[in-house]
């Protein structure tokens, strides 16, 4: 049995995980809560208290200080507290001193995301091998437990991976991982988690087809697909931090990954690229003032975790598994649905910092019984899935699982087709007022947002 959790990080999946933590510590123990903003800590506690999930109330919830690119001052707080687990939901420039703290130390490592340098983007693949990699040999020597990428995406859809080897084919052609948010905030624009990391990663496109890596143009190539329950959403492919380990670990021909995107996102992101908002790299202004344009449009945007009162709608992530079973073709899309208006009744958040922040509690709770606990460094669809899915369905995210008739109106096509025929269908196109830019969106949504206005007037009267 390990006990005792510390969670680095204040942000939109750390309030999601402190308040998972609180609802378990009956298993994980006391829990610390630390950030560079100890207040930004409180507060998360704050919530916990107001909702009442601190399960065990002998057990410690309280917060701390931290710079975690500090890796002495790190060791120091993992020794003071006594934290036999830490999971990092700080920024993942931050990875690698958390990592290298809980080596010194003995504890559990887990994270949500790949590492980033912040003068980098969208490395060579496969990324892990660039950084986190390279502690396998030492972890396993010292026998130190390290997760990596624990979230959603990467973390539940790598154990999806894994259920479809051990419970669905013989043989795997193609995986195609889905993730969609059909909610609404109400905001202008904004980005559902932090704005930084959430734009680095669509600088590049690389994928994983024919058992290569292939390399795209942003938003170059584009499905449309009915997903259980949201609906037709509009999907383009990209790249993604879990592509980089199954590449390694799922025998599969391709592996690829699509994310949602409307209209109106992709204006403003291709508008910002363009002028170049997005640079990671500092620019020198007339005043002599250095400053990095992606960190100017962070502070300008809304924190993400401001979005989740008035947060509407549903997600849906989950992978879509082709293959061979007992020698006949299987199609298996395995995914899971939430809701963020649920979301922030339960924990006083929007559903895409709780898809994030639950899994790397379950994860923690099977690493506590000692049910995952591997003495080594692993992805996570190097684990057993059953029991880790098992725990995800009771603690708050469920998995459901559709077969589908191979080639039928319900199947998808991930193919990737030449270049010119997938431009030639990726147009995003809007329609913008200067006077105003509310409106600066595509007319179909304008159409059902202005059906939804109405509905919801004629039911006040």
């Known amino acids: 049995m390990k006990k005792n ?24 123990g006391d829990i610390c809560i630390a950030s560079r903003t100890q207040s930004k800590c409180n507060e998360i506690i704050e919530s916990i208290k107001r909702k009442k ?16 690119l500090d890796i002495p001052a790190t060791i ?38 790949i590492h980033e340098e912040p003068d980098k983007v969208c490395e060579t693949p496969p990324w892990y091998a660039n950084y986190e990699w390279k502690r396998k040999g030492r972890c396993k020597a010292k026998g130190l437990t390290a997760i990596l990428g624990v979230g959603f995406d990467p973390g539940v859809v790598n154990a999806y991976c894994a259920l479809a080897v051990k419970r669905y084919f013989d043989r795997i052609d193609t995986i195609d991982i889905m993730d969609v948010n059909a909610g609404s905030h109400g905001r202008y624009f904004a980005t559902n988690f932090d704005p930084e990391i959430n734009f680095r990663e669509f600088v590049k496109v690389w994928t994983w087809i024919n058992r290569k890596w292939k390399q ?74 250095n400053v990095v344009p992606l960190k100017v449009v962070k502070a300008l945007l809304p924190d993400p975790k401001t979005l989740a009162p008035g947060y509407t709608g549903k997600t849906c992530i989950g992978n879509f598994c082709k293959g061979w079973k007992n020698g006949k073709k299987r199609e298996v899309l395995i995914y899971q649905v939430s809701d963020h208006h649920k979301c922030y009744q339960e924990v006083e958040s929007q559903g895409i910092s709780y898809t994030a922040g639950v899994p790397p509690v379950a994860a923690a709770m099977l690493v506590a019984t000692g049910i995952w606990d591997p003495k080594k460094m692993v992805n996570v669809e190097e684990l057993d899935p059953e029991p880790f899915i098992a725990i995800l369905d009771k603690i708050g995210l469920p998995t459901d ?34 006077a105003n830019p509310i409106i600066a969106i595509d007319a179909k949504f304008q159409a059902k947002a202005l059906a939804k206005l109405a509905a919801r007037l004629r039911s006040e009267k």
């Open 5 to 28: 959790v510390l969670i680095i990080g204040a942000g939109g999946v750390a309030h999601v995980a402190a308040h998972k933590a609180a609802m378990n510590n009956d298993v994980l």
């Open 53 to 68: 999930h601190i399960k065990d109330k002998s057990r410690k919830l309280y917060s701390r200080q931290i710079n975690a």
């Open 76 to 113: 120091k707080l993992i020794k003071q507290t006594k934290s036999e687990i830490v999971i990092n939901l700080g920024q993942a420039f931050v990875n690698m001193s958390v990592l290298e703290a809980c080596l010194k130390t003995g504890a559990v490592y887990m994270d949500t995301a």
């Open 216 to 289: 795209y143009p942003t938003h170059s190539v584009k499905r449309n697909y009915d997903f259980p329950v949201v609906g037709k959403c509009p999907i383009y492919l990209n790249g993604h931090d879990e592509l980089h380990s199954l590449s390694k670990n799922i025998d599969a021909n391709s592996i690829r990954f699509w994310m949602g995107f409307g209209n109106h996102y992709i204006n403003i992101f291709t508008v910002l690229r363009t002028l170049g908002f997005l640079s990671h790299l500092p620019v020198k202004l007339a005043t002599g003032q």
């Open 401 to 434: 699982i559709k077969e589908i008739k191979p080639g039928s109106k319900a199947s998808f096509n991930g193919t990737v087709r030449d270049l010119k025929t997938e431009l030639a269908e990726s147009t995003a196109t809007v329609t913008v007022s200067a």
